[in-house]
């Protein structure tokens, strides 16, 4: 059977073509795609994070970790989507105003599709209007925000007052998550929930809708 750590070590390098041929023999292998994500994927890019602080890597190496874990999850991603399960809800998602991660929002959007919910995914720094614009249209219940950045995660408040402003508190949900984000920061600016991880927002998703 395939040496996963190799998928860790070609993300943690940015290899993007490694991370690839791992990922695909791996899943021919019959390796669950889901313990792909939490237990070489992700923890590689902590360690991205980690030599980032530690001025070994610089914005670039950041940049082609990233290219090297989206490349892998673009082959993952189908196998996270259960299909033939009925709508649960509608859900817009986007990362907050001026924050450009999208990989763990990315992350979040596929796990709710694979949980039954319709997805409109707005990208990455958008403002709360346009989540607010956006999930009247599609008539969303939960409005799904992420955050990476300490300095942005304070957009997410201003989600929150749009949905208020807008009179949409009861029909549409605001749940967050992100690296810097807490259960005491969203209860703070008094967003509906929270979660830590992809597969426990798909979980409060289903609470909020049911
Ligand atoms: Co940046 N970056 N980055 N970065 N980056 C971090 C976040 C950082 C922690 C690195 C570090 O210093 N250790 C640090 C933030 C420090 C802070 O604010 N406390 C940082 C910095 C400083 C920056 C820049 C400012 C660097 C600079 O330019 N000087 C800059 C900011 C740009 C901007 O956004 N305006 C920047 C840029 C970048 C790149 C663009 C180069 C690249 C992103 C590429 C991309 O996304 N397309 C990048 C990367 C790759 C990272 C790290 C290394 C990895 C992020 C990642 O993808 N993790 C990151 C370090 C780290 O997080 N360990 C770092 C994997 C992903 C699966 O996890 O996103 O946490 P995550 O998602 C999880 C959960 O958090 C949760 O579920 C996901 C899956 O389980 N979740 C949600 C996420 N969103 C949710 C929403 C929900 C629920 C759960 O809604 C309900």
Do not use: W
């Not at 490694?18 to 792909?36: F, K, M, R």
């Amino acid at each position: 059977s395939p040496d996963l750590t190799k998928l860790f070590d070609a993300v943690l390098v940015g290899d993007a073509k490694a991370a690839l041929e791992i990922t695909n023999a791996a899943l021919a292998a019959g390796v669950d795609p889901q313990c792909l994500i939490t237990e070489q994927m992700t923890p590689a890019m902590d360690e991205v994070g980690k030599r980032f602080e530690n001025h070994e890597y610089f914005v670039p190496e950041l940049l082609i970790a990233a290219r090297a874990m989206k490349g892998a999850l673009e082959i993952v991603r189908p196998l996270l989507v259960d299909r033939g399960v009925e709508p649960v809800g509608r859900v817009v998602i986007g990362t907050v105003k001026g924050d450009l991660h999208d990989i763990g929002k990315g992350l979040v959007a596929s796990m709710l599709e694979g949980g039954g919910f319709e997805v409109t995914d707005l990208g990455v720094d958008v403002s709360a209007d346009t989540f607010v614009e956006k999930a009247q249209e599609v008539n969303a219940s939960i409005i799904a925000v992420s955050a990476l950045l300490t300095t942005t995660m304070t957009g997410m408040k201003a989600v929150v007052e749009a949905v208020q402003a807008a009179g949409l508190q009861q029909a549409c949900k605001v749940i967050v998550g992100g690296a810097p984000v807490t259960q005491q920061y969203a209860d703070s600016i008094g967003a509906d929930g929270y979660s830590n991880n992809a597969s426990a927002a798909v979980a409060l998703a289903r609470q909020l809708v049911a």
